[in-house]
């Protein structure tokens, strides 16, 4: 196993990782909610946990991976057809709240497939999982940790506080947070405007809504996730992650509620990353700088100058601590293009050459020790907390060595068959397999175009020569093959296909 | 709207359709179990309703399209671990069934998105309407169909006989039935072996299992299609498909719930997908001559003699009509294969072709109105019980019709603007969007090898001819692109790329 050491919010310590059932690993991670388009904030934060499981793997664990769905919402029908929809003959002319669900769950797996992010080993749905919600719930009554009133069940803070810590990850103090509170949703009913829902009773406008003990209702926004950790990670288990916006509340009202039901706090290390902003100003809607994943492959947006890859947008993103706000511009974007490309093509060095190297009796010469150091350092700073930028600064120094290699700064006789080994090896794990990145693409539409080029100069030699039959040769041949020259007023020659 | 009729599984006619909340039409469809890969014959199933789907929306239709994921299995831990894992210890080591039903899921849909198939506008899982499925069991039991012994819940075949008719669906005489069954399962429980479980009570291997009035169980198989048509597309709903092995006992069952719980039989037209056979063979694993969609595109299976791209299976599937029977062999590959791309070929030449076309005031000539009855056509083919077979055989006549006129048998001036723009109407509608199909990859490596030959070829001559300037040229010209020549023993020359 590994060495890995984890910054846990919980603690607010760098802490050694010792997972509970090692080989295994269990990883929960909060994932989208599914009733609009993910934005690019949430794609640094899935893409962050897709890297931090693929080195867990890549480390030699067992990962159980395990992403909801927040599908469960609490829509109302607005046309106040709530009542009618119960009957069969309204239900196709009503909204359907899964209909919304089902679109922006493929969206979000298209987004995901297009980012590289491996699906999670469990994706488990809210709607899954209503009947663990309502027996977590009925333990919390039963514990006296939560109440029931009007159909609806809230917990209740001051209770669970006379033997826990509510607080415990955000660090608030509850009596700050009840006189700072204005949340008007229930308040009348609640002891205490710190409590919040489990369970809230459904009118009969809310479209989704199931039966429980309380009556029908929905269950309250913190819980499902308590309930699907608990259900395919158990009672405690080694590491919660999700974007830091999460923290408080919904992470702290997890903590409590997993504590007050299962005696367990649930995760053992808790992990956030950090926000992402765009021109140093925080991404939304409103202020008009919020960009979909989409559109930076498109380049359609006011603010992009061009479409980005997937994978140099996923690249600038490992160039900075997954836990330290990242700023995003143009000018970073550009940058990321051009180093994405700079390591992508040294892998693809080191990859075909064929290096005419030392004799491995010759011993270690220094080129092989300064590269073996820059290697080996990028599972240290992997272990120190998945510093993912310190690793691409390496590998941007080991690519200046491949490519003084390859210019001949660098006499191949100073290097061993086994740094060439390390170098392919290196490059391999972290740029593919650990990060995520694929090649871009191996664009065959630019080869054709550059071998094209070749013929048209071909044909216009031979024109010059007034070798006739050499250029209607080459015209006739590829005539043959379904691409026709065509001469251009500006002297040059282009080609279409058929 | 359109004139469809539809053939009616349930009154074994070809019926009008005529949609129960016009222009809303409710569509259920049998999802796949997804405890292994779809074999191809599901992916027949799917590619039918997928082309059903289309042409309703195409038709004007506002289609609620539902097809579910069966992830409600009955795995039990056969390391008898059952008990254990209930505790949170022994989690991240115990089988999940959920981690099962996530892989086959991404599977799944990877294997739909291959074959061009449009995703359901709902998509609902077993696991996640556990609750439905109990609430309806509650109401069987109230009504006298339904009886609960020993923690199980058993639908009770001859009380509903008594007022409604079991067997209504795959015309099924129940007292045959009762004599004939073998099933063991519960057999000392049920009054009747004909009797079907609602709900199966579980041993503690059982490792999917959920609180109910009847202590902890699972569903039976057949209720989960009920409750869920039911939940999204009310108790009557227009068109419920799938395969036609599922046409006893799995529909005739749903039949029977929802009759019996709702008072309405579910959805009003019945449609059933015939079996896909191979080489006159039924497919089946012990046979060895079951192939997974997969095993199609990478031509790796010993019956297939190459790879076939995902759009000629299904063009193939689309040649015979949904209901019948269909047997593929390697010869009906190669000829879908050679079919699909004279059909784009067409589509291309009449989208791409400028025509000198006749004077609009000259009438319709007969080739228009040739054109114009064999364009029609199609849609009454469509309209008669999606007979794709009858359009695929006009479009291959339109594309004869296409080659003549590009090959100058037909003069076109024969032709009216008002025709071209029909077949580009219908090439597009039908190819494209009705069936969905995709254009054939432009694929520009095979265009890149094409060219390669040519500047090979001139390589030779200029060898041949002992212009060295000229092939050195080539060959340095190609490297300077990173594309290499090699001499190969055999006297050809071979090219690769950096």
Chains 1, 2 share one sequence.
């Not at 080989?23 to 962050?48: E, K, M, Q, W």
């Not at 992010?117 to 039963?142: K, R, S, Y």
């Not at 489990?198 to 029908?216: C, D, E, F, V, Y």
């Not at 050499?470 to 041949?477: A, G, V």
Request: net charge negative; charged share 25%; aromatic share 10%.
């Amino acid at each position: 196993m590994s060495d890995l050491h984890i910054y846990n919010s919980l603690t607010r310590l760098k802490e050694k990782f010792v997972p509970i059932h090692a080989p295994n690993v269990g990883l929960y991670v909060c994932g989208p909610t599914v009733y609009s388009d993910a934005h690019i904030g949430n794609i640094r934060t899935f893409s962050s946990f897709d890297m931090i499981h693929r080195y867990l793997v890549h480390s030699g664990y067992k990962v159980r991976y395990v992403r909801n769905i927040t599908d469960a919402g609490h829509l109302t029908n607005e046309r106040g057809e709530g009542v009618n929809r119960m009957e069969s003959q309204a239900k196709l002319e009503s909204l359907e709240p899964m209909e919304i669900v089902q679109k922006y769950t493929v969206g979000f797996h298209a987004i995901c497939d297009l980012f590289n992010l491996n699906p999670p080993t469990i994706e488990p749905t809210a709607t899954g999982h209503i009947l663990e919600q309502i027996e977590m719930i009925e333990v919390l009554i039963q514990k006296g940790y939560a109440y029931s009133v009007n159909g609806s069940v809230y917990f209740d803070v001051k209770a669970y506080q006379e033997n826990h810590n509510y607080g415990i990850l955000s660090g608030r103090n509850i009596d700050e947070l009840i006189a700072g509170y204005r949340d008007l949703d229930g308040q009348e009913e609640k002891k205490n405007s710190i409590d919040f829902a489990l369970w809230k009773a459904a009118t009969p406008a809310h479209i989704m809504q199931w039966r429980s003990p309380w009556g029908m209702g929905f269950p309250g926004w913190h819980l499902e996730c308590s309930a699907m950790s608990t259900k395919y990670l158990g009672n405690e288990f080694d590491i919660h992650g999700g974007g830091m916006d999460l923290k408080f509340p919904h992470h702290e009202c997890e903590i409590a509620q997993n504590e007050g039901c299962t005696g367990h706090q649930g995760a053992r290390y808790w992990m956030h990353t950090n926000m992402l902003n765009f021109n140093g100003q925080k991404m939304s809607k409103s202020l008009g700088n919020s960009i979909l994943p989409a559109e930076f492959l498109t380049g359609n947006h006011p603010l992009l100058d061009k479409a980005y890859s997937p994978m140099v947008v996923k690249f600038l993103f490992l160039q900075t601590h997954y836990s330290s706000e990242l700023d995003i511009n143009i000018k970073g974007l550009q940058d990321a293009e051009k180093g994405l490309k700079r390591l992508m093509d040294a892998r693809k060095e080191i990859l075909h050459a064929k290096y005419d190297v030392q004799n491995t009796n010759d011993g270690k010469s220094e080129m092989d020790m300064q590269i073996e150091k820059l290697c080996i350092d990028c599972k240290e700073f992997m272990d120190d907390d998945f510093n993912t930028a310190r690793v691409i600064a390496n590998l941007f120094e080991l690519s200046t060595i491949i490519n003084s290699i390859k210019g001949g700064q660098i006499n191949t006789k100073e290097l061993s068959g086994e740094s060439v080994a390390l170098l392919r090896k290196t490059f391999d794990a972290y740029l593919l397999h650990i990060f995520g990145l694929q090649p871009l693409e191996e664009n065959n539409s630019t080869a054709l175009d550059q071998v094209m080029q070749v013929l048209i100069d071909l044909r216009k030699d031979a024109k010059v020569k007034k070798d006739f039959a050499t250029s209607d040769k080459i015209r006739n041949e590829l005539a043959a093959k379904g691409i026709q020259l065509k001469d251009e007023k500006d002297g040059t020659v282009s080609y279409s296909m058929n």
